[in-house]
């Protein structure tokens, strides 16, 4: 005769889920621990049937392979460049293992790569020399700035606002609402873009690098910039105003008012075409 057990659902629930989302152990949970000690079963047959063609184990194995399948596809979809980087094979390893060992708790998939860069980090084969490997460190940019368009492009912000033009008050002139900096040791952007544009881009060099990227009426932009001006957009980031921000940069370039003037105007001008700012 089968062993019958009945499971309160919060318990079968977090049962499946550990089953699902680590079927190989990994991260050393035994799914029986999850069930309450007074409904413990002995065995995956005394909670799940078997049939005519499948063992209990096998319908289990479906469900896993499924699931795990489309995590994956979540997975190379967020991180389409790293996975191009890395080649399949490894991208699949590294994936399969961070789904196991930070699994999802958010029915939100845009958020399954979350601390994927953590993870990379945290997991990298160099971990233990004293000198480590240049491209591990580009990977993991690579990783953050993925992640980190998505974010941007789902993020909720202001749409309706007014774009600043060359007429426009300097004094009022504010970024717009989406509107993010980033800083690299290796030129991260240029190998993203190559690589959405299939040009097919080899593993590049360190060569620091930065670069904004915007969104407006949902569409996103990036643009190359250089030290000076991510230092620049860095202080209008932090709540100042231009002309608070241009006399803090003055002063740390220790340049003349007209020198930056001569360069502040060709970059308004670059900046309010790039839709950078508004009023």
Request: glycine share 2%; proline share 4%.
């Amino acid at each position: 005769m089968e062993e019958k057990v009945t499971i309160p659902l919060s318990s079968f629930q977090l049962w499946m889920q550990q089953l699902l989302l680590d079927p190989y152990q990994q991260t050393n949970v035994d799914p029986k621990s999850l069930l309450q000690d007074s409904f413990n079963a002995s065995s995956l047959e005394a909670i799940v049937h078997h049939s005519k063609r499948l063992t209990a184990s096998e319908h289990i194995g479906i469900y896993q392979r499924s699931y795990i399948a489309r995590l994956r596809n979540c997975m190379s979809q967020q991180f389409s460049a790293l996975e191009y980087a890395l080649g399949e094979d490894i991208f699949c390893a590294f994936a399969d293992d961070y789904l196991a060992s930070t699994p999802s708790y958010n029915y939100n998939l845009s958020l399954l790569g979350k601390h994927f860069s953590d993870y990379l980090e945290e997991n990298r084969p160099d971990a233990a020399e004293e000198i480590k490997e240049d491209w591990i460190d580009f990977i993991i940019e690579l990783a953050k700035f993925e992640y980190a368009i998505g974010v941007i492009f789902e993020e909720k912000a202001e749409e309706e606002y007014q774009l600043a033009d060359l007429n426009s008050d300097e004094g009022k002139l504010k970024l717009v609402p989406i509107c993010e900096l980033f800083k690299f040791q290796f030129p991260v952007r240029k190998f993203y873009s190559d690589f959405k544009n299939e040009k097919k881009p080899s593993l590049p060099f360190e060569n620091e690098s930065y670069c904004v990227v915007i969104r407006h009426k949902f569409k996103l932009a990036v643009y190359d910039i250089h030290k000076d001006q991510y230092e620049f957009l860095s202080s209008l980031k932090k709540g100042m105003d231009i002309p608070t921000a241009k006399s803090k940069f003055i002063e740390n370039q220790k340049v003349t008012t007209a020198e930056f003037e001569n360069v502040w105007t060709r970059w308004k001008a670059r900046w309010i075409e790039a839709k950078l700012f508004r009023v």
